[in-house]
């Protein structure tokens, strides 16, 4: 009987806790009075204006980031006005993830709109910074930055010029590499030649060798018949 007690008092604080309005002095208000069905859950309000919206201000988009935050704080008073609803259902576990499917799919558009509006905020307030400099007038030059200019510019004149030079270097490398490449080439295609010459005359001496040797054999049969 105490630990059903102590159930009932625990749903009763959570209840407190998670349904009161936003304005303190607002009378509290159960999920039953509200007529909650435990484990139903409706879908998202931002499908579809705010699943993959565009925003053409900066306006827009903070006024969706906002849109996008207090979804997240309407999902965290139903998850929990769900699971205490469903603590009174026969299977808790089944009613709890019926809610949760639900509030899963929410969760997810919320959190794209917060993230899809943080990035066209930090677009929006890049463009504004990049057009007030540009509209800022220039500052007028101090003493000794002709002499600092002039040295940046011999400076990258050197650079430019070592570049060169380094290509230039690999360029005529690279130039020899490939003509003693060829030459190489060259010699081996030579040295193959005279192989394939020298097999060449081997083996038509060796067929010479073998018809006068057939020939002789055949000579002396011929002579031992008389």
């Known amino acids: 009987m105490r630990k059903k007690i102590t159930v009932g008092l625990v749903m009763m604080a959570l209840a407190t806790s998670v349904f009161a309005a936003a304005n303190e002095d607002a009378e509290f208000v159960t999920p039953e009075e509200l007529g909650w069905?435990?484990?139903?859950?409706?879908?998202?309000?931002?499908d579809p204006d705010y699943v993959d919206p565009e925003f053409k201000t900066l306006e827009e988009a903070e006024k969706a980031k906002a849109i996008g935050e207090a979804e997240l704080k309407r999902i965290q008073r139903l998850r929990e006005g769900h699971t205490y609803l469903c603590q009174k259902k026969v299977f808790v576990n089944d009613c709890i993830e019926r809610a949760e499917s639900v509030l899963y799919k929410r969760t997810r558009i919320a959190n794209q709109l917060i993230r899809k509006a943080d990035h066209q905020i930090r677009i929006f307030k890049?463009?504004?910074?990049?057009?007030?400099a540009a509209q800022e007038p220039s500052m007028p030059a101090q003493r000794?930055?002709?002499?600092?200019?002039?040295?940046?510019?011999?400076k990258q004149s050197a650079r430019q010029q070592q570049e060169q030079a380094n290509v230039a270097a690999y360029?005529?490398?690279?130039?020899?590499?490939n003509e003693r490449v060829a030459q190489l080439q060259k010699e081996a295609a030579e040295r193959k030649a005279k192989r394939e010459a020298r097999k060449a005359a081997y083996e038509a001496e060796r067929q010479k060798r073998e018809q006068a040797q057939?020939?002789?054999?055949?000579?002396?049969?011929?002579e031992g018949l008389f």
């Open 37 to 46: 069905e435990a484990g139903v859950v409706a879908p998202s309000p931002l």
């Open 126 to 132: 890049s463009k504004e910074r990049r057009s007030q």
């Open 144 to 154: 000794g930055s002709v002499k600092s200019n002039d040295e940046k510019i011999a």
């Open 171 to 177: 360029e005529a490398k690279l130039k020899s590499q």
């Open 214 to 222: 057939k020939l002789q054999k055949e000579n002396s049969q011929k």
